[in-house]
């Protein structure tokens, strides 16, 4: 099991970046593939993408491919999600979760990310 916690939203206008961060707690976590998700309002939750356990593998939702990108530092137990060339409809709450394979157990509270037209 490993807790995790998000930051880094914030609001941003269109065509801006953010960073968001997933501090997890636990010596496991190295061993978790990651994965990053968005809820937005009145809309079920959404894949945006994952990261492989040591880093070596990432996979995107066609609609932030290119934009998008995912890193991890595992001596930190910290993943990263780079949001760059924002549009309005990026506009969510966005959830880390850890997991084994593509099944994830372990889920964050959730950090709001607002873009504006």
Known sequence: QV???ESGGGLVQAGGSLRL???AS???FSTYNM???RQAPGKEREFVGRISWSGGRTYYADSVKGRFTISRDNA???VYLQMNSLKPEDTAVYYCAAGIGNS???WGQGTQVTVSS
């Open 76 to 78: 930190k137990n910290v």
């Open 35 to 37: 994965g990053w998700f």
């Open 26 to 28: 636990g010596r496991t």
């Open 104 to 106: 994830y157990n372990n």
């Open 21 to 23: 961060s997933c501090a």
């Open 3 to 5: 807790q995790l916690v």
